[in-house]
């Protein structure tokens, strides 16, 4: 009985109920002590222990498991949400460039060609003052009709300075005699065969033609030399 007796307190120390082992003890209460210890072993706190323990590692083993994934897919989305953003953001430079390059070259273009409007009403004065020269006759220039020398030097001095201004601003004269016809700068008026003269080259040249900055500002009127 006292093997029993301190089996039971050993069973006691860890509040372990003892009605468990009451079966064991039998009606009579009679029962082998080897048996009573046994039922305490199994009943051991220190195996319940690492069961548990070992429980918890698994859960938290599971738990960790998912949050690393959950983790994993929301770094995904981060990723994939920068790469938008930075693509967005690179596409938007390069949008804001291309439109200051192209607000640059219409200001640059502005300044360049913004008085094309008042060369054009200024050459319609420059071929008056071309016929008016032209309509003179050289031998009645002469000392002793000096109103009609004096005349003449000043509008051949005005149509000089009228042009030096021009070219101050950009603006040349085409006079394309003997070049070739080029579509972009001459107005043909009439083909006519020509000896000596290469087809496609310009044989007269009706009204002078400008261009301002190397843009064709006005096509000069030419006669083109065809094919005999």
Same mark, same amino acid.
């Given at each position: 009985?006292?093997?029993?007796?301190?089996?039971?307190?050993?069973?006691?120390?860890?509040?372990?109920?003892?009605r468990?082992?009451?079966?064991?003890?039998?009606?009579?209460?009679?029962?082998?002590?080897r048996?009573?210890?046994?039922?305490?072993?199994? =009943? !051991?706190?220190?195996?319940? &222990?690492?069961?548990?323990?070992? %429980?918890? #590692?698994n859960e938290q $083993?599971?738990?960790?498991?998912s949050?690393?994934?959950?983790?994993?897919?929301?770094?995904?989305?981060?990723e994939?949400?920068?790469?938008?953003?930075?693509?967005?953001?690179?596409?938007?430079?390069?949008?804001?460039?291309?439109?200051?390059?192209?607000?640059?070259?219409?200001?640059?273009?502005?300044?360049?060609?913004?008085?094309?409007?008042?060369c054009?009403?200024l050459l319609?004065?420059a071929?008056?003052?071309?016929?008016?020269?032209?309509?003179?006759?050289?031998?009645e220039?002469k000392?002793?009709?000096?109103?009609? =020398? !004096?005349?003449?030097?000043? &509008?051949?001095?005005?149509e000089? %300075?009228? #042009?030096?201004?021009? $070219?101050?601003?950009?603006?040349?004269?085409?006079d394309?005699?003997?070049?070739?016809?080029?579509?972009?700068?001459?107005?043909a008026?009439?083909?006519?065969p020509m000896?000596?003269?290469?087809?496609?080259?310009?044989?007269?040249?009706?009204?002078?033609g400008?261009k301002?900055h190397?843009?064709?500002?006005?096509?000069?009127?030419?006669?083109?030399?065809?094919?005999?």
């Amino acid at each position: 009985m006292a093997a029993v007796a301190q089996c039971v307190r050993g069973a006691l120390r860890p509040r372990l109920p003892l009605r468990p082992l009451l079966p064991l003890l039998g009606a009579a209460g009679r029962t082998s002590p080897r048996l009573l210890c046994a039922a305490t072993q199994q =009943k !051991n706190p220190g195996q319940n &222990l690492e069961e548990d323990q070992s %429980q918890s #590692q698994n859960e938290q $083993k599971a738990e960790t498991s998912s949050a690393e994934k959950l983790l994993a897919e929301e770094k995904a989305k981060l990723e994939e949400q920068l790469k938008e953003v930075t693509d967005k953001y690179r596409r938007a430079l390069a949008d804001a460039e291309n439109v200051r390059q192209r607000s640059q070259k219409l200001v640059e273009e502005a300044k360049l060609y913004g008085i094309q409007s008042f060369c054009k009403d200024l050459l319609e004065v420059a071929d008056i003052l071309e016929k008016a020269t032209e309509s003179v006759p050289k031998e009645e220039i002469k000392d002793d009709n000096p109103h009609l =020398k !004096n005349l003449y030097e000043g &509008l051949v001095m005005t149509e000089v %300075q009228i #042009q030096k201004v021009f $070219k101050k601003h950009g603006l040349l004269r085409l006079d394309p005699v003997g070049a070739k016809f080029d579509p972009y700068e001459h107005e043909a008026l009439f083909h006519t065969p020509m000896e000596g003269k290469e087809p496609g080259t310009i044989a007269l040249v009706s009204k002078i033609g400008y261009k301002l900055h190397g843009r064709t500002l006005r096509p000069a009127l030419v006669g083109v030399v065809k094919d005999p």
